[in-house]
């Protein structure tokens, strides 16, 4: 073979790795890398939250405070590898975060590997349907039926599963940590002015995109018993039924395997890629100086001097302050929403985590795509950008005012509502939920007054007519218009909502230095997660706990998770709360709008006058 064969063949190679460590491969691979992550932790685990609290045996408040320690890691991991990471392969570093990420997700299935599930699934008809009809004679109820009930018991996992938990969600964090930062200037570094609107509402895009594919997820595996084999010998659990427990630990064996693979191919990419010759001085000003790094602090001294910058920048902190709580209702959706709309609505988790992912799928990313066009159509600026955020938070502000009033009347007779079961000694423990009339739904034969049971069918009941027959299990409150209408305006929340998306980077990236960039982003993303994603866990599973009108039992004696809520003043409580946290967003981006109307007002003044200027040396000139 000559020579000139073998360098035509090196370059042949050297073209498709050039042609493969591109920017639009990179943004692939980011895309792919974030889709897993926001898949897992903002609609995947928000998805399996009733499974998990009921394998557990937690509390939404308990398992709150678990999620929260992700973003508290967040608040030191983020700023400092963004701060450091700068000076090296960002490429890399983000690689390095998305195989840490998979770790995560490995151990939050540790205790499930190790311990399995193993609860009993058995007919108690003869014992415990004896114990849940109404008993006068009985006065001891609450140590004897409480023994012999078994079927709202839970069998509580060991204390080191709640802290390996913790610690899968550390972990992940830290793995996160460079993907919103390093991976985002990494991408902008390489794309010019006219460019990053697309590139960067491509890369949100997918971001929101994420938690709807973990929920479709989640409905995936939620509809299949959480061990494998045993789908068909659940003695009367159904997928309705608070005590099914969904193939939860499925989904982050899915993601792990994912995440190690692109990982591994983004090792590859260098510190700086190459450029079409056409592109390299549009890019070179988006780049720092090639004898300097991208970010020159070393020192503690040098740390707080950036963030004493960034925090005395009016428009970057109003508008890191805007995102922070836009992101509590954000954090509120994509954590709570499917176990309130299977609460409210009265559905399977498995169908309302297909529901909300179906609709979440093409608002989310219509959203960001449509925030992205509108930016670089219009080629806005920051104040233009600002105008386009106060539309959609209005907007938004209004659908979500709706939402309170959509539900489903509660069914549900329990023991505050039966004065004439008072006398039946009906425990508190036993949940057997029997059914009136096709319409009214009773925890257990005993808050109906029921004194005789035939197979399935329970009669002689205080609480109702004698010719009225209860059958065993709930009773279907169907309410499809309400369904609906509240799905098509949780669409159109969610629209206007992502919308924002691209306009608030755009005004991030713009009203900084180009050197504190990365730091800026990092920094941001501490504040989000301190007045935001840190709380919001532990305060919406307060609400909800705080709702509850039934709890299962731990086999400790100790209140575990919650079987039913109050849907009557659920979303009452619940939407109220977001109400008025919209309300202070509307209101601090309405005078972020003025102050930035009242500088445009100035400049344009000052434009005329300079012209009025120039135009009167032009005619003194010629006179």
Known sequence: MSEDDNIEIANRDAQRKFRFLSIRWYLLLLCLIVLCQSMITSGYIGSIVSSIETYYGFSSERLGIAFSS??????????????????????????????????????????????????????????????????????????????????????????????????????????????????????????????????????????????????????LFLSEWINIGQNQNLDGITKTDPQWIGRWWAGFILSSFLLILLSLILFTFPSKLEQNNNNNELIQSNQSSPTQPLCQLSTIKEIFKSIYDLIMNLTYILIVLINSIENILIVSFTTFMVKYIESVFNISSSLSSILTGSIIIPAAVFGTITGGYLIRRFHMNIYQSIKLILICCFISLIFLISLIFL???????????????????????????????????????????????????????????????????????????????????????????????????????????????????????????????????????????????FWSQSTFHHRASCFIYNGDELPMRLFATTIIIKLISFILILILFLIKFRENKFLLIEQQDQEEEQQDLVNNSHS
């Not at 399995?116 to 006065?139: Q, V």
């Not at 390093?182 to 895009?205: E, R, V």
């Not at 007054?449 to 299990?473: A, Q, W």
């Open 407 to 549: 539900k489903c009347k509660s069914n549900i007779k329990y023991s505050n509502d039966t004065e004439c079961s008072q006398l039946c000694n009906c425990s508190p423990y036993i949940y057997q939920p029997v059914c009136s009339q096709e319409t009214i739904t009773y925890l257990s034969p005993c808050y109906a007054g029921c004194t005789t049971v035939n197979g399935k069918e329970y009669s002689n009941c205080t609480c109702l007519s004698l010719e009225d027959k209860v059958f065993e299990g709930s009773c279907e409150n169907s309410c499809l218009f309400q369904l609906i209408l509240f799905f098509i305006i949780l669409f159109l929340v969610t629209y206007f909502e992502t919308l924002m998306a691209t306009p608030h980077l755009i005004i991030i990236l713009r009203s900084v230095r180009h050197e504190l960039q990365s730091f800026s982003l990092g920094f941001e993303n501490c504040i989000v997660k301190l007045l935001a994603q840190i709380p919001t866990p532990i305060l919406f599973g307060i609400i909800l706990d705080n709702q509850c009108l």
């Open 70 to 219: 992700y973003d508290i890691t967040g608040v030191l991991s983020i700023p400092l590898i963004s701060y450091f990471g700068s000076q090296y392969n960002r490429a890399k570093i983000v690689a390095l975060g998305s195989f840490v990420f998979s770790i995560g997700n490995i151990l939050f299935i540790l205790p499930y590997s190790i311990n399995g599930y193993h609860k009993p699934i058995i007919d108690n008809a003869t014992n415990e349907t004896l114990n849940s009809l109404c008993s006068p004679n009985s006065t001891n109820y609450s140590e004897n039926i409480f023994l012999s009930s078994n079927n709202n018991l839970i069998e509580v996992q060991p204390l080191w599963t709640y802290y390996m938990i913790i610690l899968s969600m550390i972990i992940m964090s830290i793995g996160a940590s460079p993907f919103y930062t390093l991976g985002i200037t990494y991408l902008t570094d390489h794309l010019n002015k006219d460019d990053q609107p697309i590139y960067t509402s491509i890369f949100y895009g997918m971001i929101a995109l994420g938690p709807a594919i973990g929920f479709l997820m989640g409905s």
